[in-house]
């Protein structure tokens, strides 16, 4: 299809196939009137301006079905060229890309259900030896030679690679100075006043002119701008520009009935195909590099067999109340720190998510979903389920079932929410270190009003609201009440000075700590709340994260 870049992305139209067959069965993309800026900030830091740079400029051709090279020397702007006609390049701003079309192609009727593909590549012979760069040019023109439309950037070809194009595109200053037959290229050069040496490389020869290596006597005192100018000129005056300009002309009267397209991607297959297979994936990277798994059990398995050994069978006095009140608040802040691991969740496939989205292979959705179930089952789940049936027992805690199932959600859920948390900040994130410190700063302070380090009724008020953002507060205060109630430290017969307690409710009591069922059950509350808008907060960044060069 044809969409004007400025309004509509033709990721659509490249990725389902709707691109005319030529006679040869193959796609025909046309591109028009192509304008690509970007800004650039200059000057020193006090004194910084804007300024708008031309990357590309007017740009108008049609590539076939063949082997289609994009020539030119380093910065002339092929790769953003190729960038633009293969839908990588953000079109939602119209100061920054201005009426580019690419793809517009109709299909007979007969032959819409078979599937057309457009293979772009950008320099594909860069870091070849001359003779495995020539057999991958070959491959490739076997494969133009069945119809297929095959685009690519390259640098400085070898003649025996030259040879194999059927269409040239040469680009100095992102500006065309040729487009159109590769077999031509030297008649229309020889036609401008440059003619090739014998035995000289084409592809170099081109350079040479473009570099302005390569001048003709009246040009001996011309500045190399003044040589680009001319060269643009020339082409733009030529009959090849025109007759380029009457085929596009031609294009753009086809598609005069055909409705505007929207800025979205569509998709061939439904969101359960495609969670079905990212899951699939996922699951499996996870069995392929199972040390991550492994080792997070390990640590949590140690710092179990540690805490229950610090804590070990913790006694029904006063002594057992500062125990407990130390070990529930250990293993609550352990589960926060341990989310940290999942900074990385996002950031270390950040370019594979981007290049896969953008081709249209899955929703954000799909890949959010299937990253946040595998973390959590297999980082946080299990981990949780291993740290509490170790540290429950051997610390000694309260003696009952229902109590044991409280303690173990509690701990879950507490690390789900601090992976959310940790998510929410590293979704857009690029450096694991800089998630890291913001997370590691996060919980130092939500740490200080958890209830232990200070008693919360006793901070000031213009304080105290904090309290409600702490994860471990939530956490420790679950496992407070879900411990404690019931609990006696002391003979309820004997007078004790003011201030200790000889029941758990008491303690609660001095604490400010409901102890009701539903003071315990307002806690799980809280945290899957929390949960929830973490991770809203972590999908919508991942949503709208720059997903365009």
Known sequence: MDPDLGTTVPMDDLGNGNLKRSS????TISFHNIHYKVKERRGPLCK??????????????????????????TGSGKSSFLDVLAARKDPSEPAFLR?????????????RPNMNIVLFLDEPTTGLDASTANSVL????????????????????????????????????????????????????????YTCEPHNNPADFFLDVINGDSITFSEVNSSRQAIERRLVEEYRSCTLYRETQQELQLI??????VPQRQSFITYNTSFCHQFSWVLHRTFRNLMLNPQTSFAQIAVTLFLALIVGAIFFGVGADQSGIQNRMGAL??????????ALSSAELFITERKLFIHEYISGYYRVSVYFLC????????????????FSLVAYFMIGFKAAPDSFFVFMLTVALVAYTATAMTMAI???QTVVAIANIFMTISFVFMMIFSGLLVNLPSIAGWLSWLKYFSIPRYGLTALLINEFNGLTFCDVNVTLPSGISCTGEQFLQNQGINSSTWGLWQNHMALMIMTLIFLTIAYLKLRFIKKFT
């Open 138 to 193: 070959l491959l490739l023109k076997r494969m133009a030679a069945n119809g297929r439309t095959i685009i690519l950037s390259i640098h400085q070809p070898r003649y025996s690679i030259y040879r194999l194009f059927d269409s040239l595109t040469l680009l100095v200053g992102g500006q065309q100075v040729y487009h159109g037959p590769a077999q031509s290229t030297l008649q229309y050069f020889s036609a401008i006043g």
């Open 24 to 27: 040869s069965h193959g796609a």
């Open 48 to 73: 910084r301006t804007t300024v708008t740079k031309d990357i590309l400029l007017d740009l108008n051709g049609v590539m076939k079905p063949g082997l289609n090279a994009i020539l030119g020397a």
């Open 329 to 338: 608040f250990f293993i609550t802040t352990n589960q926060c720190f341990s």
């Open 99 to 111: 009426r580019a079309t690419s793809a517009h192609v109709h299909q007979p009727a007969g032959e």
């Open 252 to 257: 753009v009267q086809g598609k005069g009935s």
């Open 371 to 386: 990253k946040i179930l595998s973390d959590i089952l297999t980082l946080r789940t299990v981990p949780a389920i291993v």
């Open 426 to 428: 590293s979704a857009d």
